[in-house]
């Protein structure tokens, strides 16, 4: 591929597209690992895979994007709409997850495959078909310099927030009683349970948790490409490829996998664009073909 | 008894003379109606929907006849539009098929049209392979992609500022996309301007971030990228090229018309987005203008291409039905052809020789709009009018 013409470009020119081609590998990854690790955290904790994760993230989407219509400081609906999400969360763990709990896992797959369509269909119904953008501060529109490259300042922001996020997650369940509780609760429940404490806040926590994140990856998510119907849906895929790949249950893998996904659809779309997405699960297939459990193996929620 | 026995008889033979004829005066002419309302291009489908009951409502009758249209959702899927074709003509008794968004929807129904025997007419499909494809397959609506290419580099050539550029080509990955590329490139080669990758890049349908192609054509140093995107995707590439810091430093030229309330969400960052179309409601006639009204004052939403376009498609059909004279297909689909209908974009009339349209129309370029009854803050500005002898095919 021609880069630049002229031989006192080449060095800029060839950084400005490496530094491109990572920065935007970062961002797509950050994206994968935050709706991921949301899905990881249900199914870790309690061993619910949320076929409905991907629609939720796309209400957070949409959450934020009113909120920010409205008027509300984007700030301010990054903290808002992920609560919202939660809340709708919180309501279906307890009309729709908890009473299948007991039974198999079949179940709950088929319920929230059904709750995927539902919050679509609701989606469309409240917000219509036409794409939406989210609008951001002043200070976050516009490009900075680095190393070659101009490169969007929002899409900076999201890697801070990201790392930020991830960074408070490790805390929360790390350092706080809640979190080491989620984490035992994941291995040892019975123990869990013997010391006298209710698995089925432990599961209804988990849960929320899970929605929390989707919702936060929404409203990060919303202004780097673009809010609409379809957005759950592709999402929920990449997410499973990640957590698949990852390891089911296993943070760790997810962090690992969404890394990998992320670089290796950016340098697949930016060298072979017409193959790209079949490279991606292609991986998938020779990676799942010699470790069946995925990089980190199953159930490992740490 | 004997009375209430003759009463009732005599209101028996009554129903029997009277009914049947009640009924075939008013028994309807079925139109089947396909077109996506799920899906990536659910808005533009919802539009083309909207311009085909305008036109319905507005004719009123055929042959004496309510016409009757009967919709189903293609899901923009070949196979799904296949079974619903076939539900709408075996089922329905639908008389004309009209509709389709998609090329590759429209080229799978075009191969089962000898299955099917009824005309269909599409408003949107804009391969070249649909030019004398069968007698009973019709297009009256959108530009045709080699009209477009054509639109386009006549508009590239007579601006200074654009027939120098090097163009970078990146499409959708379907049979359109693909059609609509090679078209450009092979006449932009023609007329000496540059083309950076012949080959141009394939982006699946489903793509959400563009930050990959974005980073792409910054490193190929072109300074016009040439898109064939599906309608709404338009404004979502334009934002994120605004976001790269790009707008204005790399020129858009788009192969099909970005949607209206799509160019409303995406705001400042899409203006500047040059290219061929049909229609913009910026086409100031009376005839335009009068239609635009009753558009916006029926739906109340902003009149777009993919509305008016089936709209005149659809009045084609409802009067090639009418010059027929009756719903045999083979009647219809030889009144189709020569028909034409003055509208919002003048005259619009279908070959005889291949059944694809002929008709006038406009360069546009997108940009703050002004004052205006629907309360459109970007508009796509007319900056020059084609004839349809400029545009071809020739006949």
């Known amino acids: 591929m021609q880069i630049h013409r002229t031989g006192k470009h080449i060095m800029g020119g060839t ?87 007991k039974r198999s896992m079949v179940y709950t797959l088929i319920l929230t495959y059904g709750l995927m369509f539902f919050l679509d269909g609701m989606i469309k119904y409240v917000w219509g078909n036409k794409p939406c953008f989210i609008d951001l501060p002043a200070f976050l529109k516009g490009t900075i310099p680095i190393l070659g490259t101009q490169y969007p300042i929002f899409r900076l922001a999201t890697l ?113 664009t017409d193959l790209a997405m079949v490279i991606v699960y292609i991986l998938m297939a020779v990676i799942l073909a010699f470790m069946p459990r995925g990089l980190l193996g199953e159930g490992k929620f740490e | 008894m004997k009375r209430f026995i003759t009463i009732s008889l005599s209101l028996m033979i009554a129903v029997l003379l ?49 016409i009757e249209l009967v919709v189903e959702d293609t899901q923009i899927k070949a196979p799904v539009a296949v079974t619903k074709a076939e539900k709408l003509v075996y089922k329905d008794d639908c008389k004309a098929l009209i509709g389709v968004f998609s090329s590759g929807v429209g080229l799978a129904i075009a191969k089962n049209i000898d299955k099917l025997n009824v005309p269909f007419l599409t408003t949107h499909v804009m391969t070249t392979a649909l030019y004398g494809l069968h007698p009973l397959v019709f297009r009256s609506g959108q530009l045709a992609n080699d009209q477009t290419a054509v639109g386009n580099i006549n508009g590239i050539l007579a601006r200074p500022d654009l027939k120098d550029k090097t163009y970078y080509v990146i499409v959708h990955d379907y049979a359109w996309g693909h059609d609509g590329g090679k078209r450009f490139i092979d006449l932009a080669k023609a007329n000496g301007i540059k083309i950076f990758n012949e080959d141009y890049d394939k982006a699946p349908t489903s793509t959400k971030d563009w930050s990959s192609y974005i980073s792409k054509i910054k490193a190929s140093g072109a300074d016009g990228v040439y898109i064939v995107f599906i309608t709404n995707v338009i404004p979502t590439f334009a934002k994120q090229m605004s976001d790269f810091g790009l707008q204005g430093k790399i020129k858009i030229i788009s192969a099909a018309a970005p949607g209206p309330l799509e160019l409303e969400a995406g705001g400042e960052a899409c203006y500047g987005i040059f290219g061929a179309s049909d229609w913009s409601w910026d086409v100031n006639t009376p005839v335009s203008d009068a239609w635009e009204l009753r558009f916006w004052n ?98």
Not at chain 1, 35 to 62: D, E, P
Not at chain 1, 65 to 94: D, M
Not at chain 2, 37 to 61: D, H, R, S
Not at chain 2, 378 to 384: D, F, S
Request: glycine share 12%; proline share 4%; hydrophobic share 50%.
């Open chain 2, 298 to 395: 029926k739906f109340k939403t902003i009149p777009s291409d993919a509305a008016v376009h089936s709209y005149v498609g659809a009045m084609n059909l409802f009067n090639a039905i009418e010059k027929a004279g009756n719903t045999d297909a083979k009647a219809i689909a030889d009144a189709l052809r020569g028909i034409s209908y003055d509208g919002p974009y003048g005259n619009v009339r279908i070959s005889a020789k291949d059944n694809c349209m002929r008709n006038d129309a406009v360069l546009t370029e997108t940009m703050a709009a002004p004052e205006n009854p629907f309360g459109a803050k970007v508009y796509m500005k007319v900056l020059k009018t084609f004839t349809a002898a400029e545009l071809g095919p020739a006949e």
């Open chain 1, 15 to 101: 950084l400005g597209i490496i530094v491109d081609i990572s920065l935007n590998s970062l961002v797509l990854s950050g994206v994968f690992l935050i709706v991921a690790i949301g899905l990881n955290i249900i199914y870790g904790l309690s061993r619910i895979m949320n076929m409905g994760h991907g629609a939720l993230y796309a209400v957070g989407a949409y959450t934020g994007y009113t909120l920010v219509a409205t008027g509300l400081n984007y700030f301010a609906a990054l903290i808002i709409a992920p609560i919202v999400v939660g809340a709708v969360g919180l309501l279906i763990e307890r009309t729709i997850i908890a009473p299948m709990r």
């Open chain 1, 160 to 272: 801070f927030f990201i790392a930020a996020i991830m960074g408070g997650l490790m805390l929360f369940l790390n350092k706080t009683k809640v979190g080491i509780i989620l984490r035992a609760s994941s291995t040892i429940p019975e123990m869990v349970s013997c010391l006298g404490i209710n698995m089925n806040y432990v599961h209804m926590g988990a849960f929320v948790l899970g929605c929390i994140m989707a919702g936060v990856a929404g409203i990060i998510a919303g202004p780097l490409t673009t809010i609409d119907p379809l957005m759950g849906g592709e999402m929920l895929i990449s997410s499973f490829v990640v957590i698949v790949i990852g390891g089911l249950g296993s943070l760790r893998g997810a962090v690992i996998a969404a890394i990998l996904i992320g670089f290796v659809q950016t340098l697949a779309e930016f060298f072979i």
């Open chain 2, 18 to 66: 009277f009914a049947p004829q009640q009924v075939f005066a008013e028994k309807p002419v079925k139109i089947g109606v396909l077109v996506p309302l799920t899906g990536i291009v659910a808005q533009g489908g919802l539009e083309m929907k909207y311009g085909i009951e305008m036109a319905a409502e507005e004719k009123g009758t055929v042959l004496g006849r309510p």
